[in-house]
């Protein structure tokens, strides 16, 4: 890996592991799973998760972003 948290090298692990991931596959799965972080942490009786709930909306726009360039194209 070249770059830290390339997600196109993630996609080629996981298509390596039988897992073919699509872009717009991957576009729902971290979309729900980041707003089920968000949810969840307040429940939960870690202040950990807090602080990653706390930085994920202003993460989420750049690793969409980011999920969007995997088949290197824009849309």
Same mark, same amino acid.
């Given at each position: 890996?070249?770059?830290?948290?390339? $997600? *196109? /090298? &993630?996609?080629?692990?996981?298509?390596?592991?039988?897992? @073919?991931? #699509?872009?717009? +596959? $991957? *576009? /729902? &799965?971290?979309?729900?799973?980041?707003?089920?972080?968000? @949810?969840? #942490?307040?429940? +939960?009786?870690?202040?950990?998760?807090?602080?990653?709930?706390?930085?994920?909306?202003?993460?989420?726009?750049?690793?969409?972003?980011?999920?969007?360039?995997?088949?290197?194209?824009?849309?």
């Amino acid at each position: 890996m070249k770059k830290a948290y390339d $997600l *196109k /090298v &993630l996609g080629e692990k996981l298509k390596a592991k039988g897992l @073919e991931v #699509a872009e717009d +596959s $991957l *576009k /729902v &799965l971290v979309a729900e799973t980041l707003d089920w972080v968000q @949810e969840s #942490a307040p429940l +939960s009786a870690s202040t950990v998760d807090d602080y990653a709930a706390m930085a994920i909306p202003f993460m989420k726009p750049k690793i969409m972003e980011a999920i969007d360039k995997i088949d290197g194209q824009v849309g």
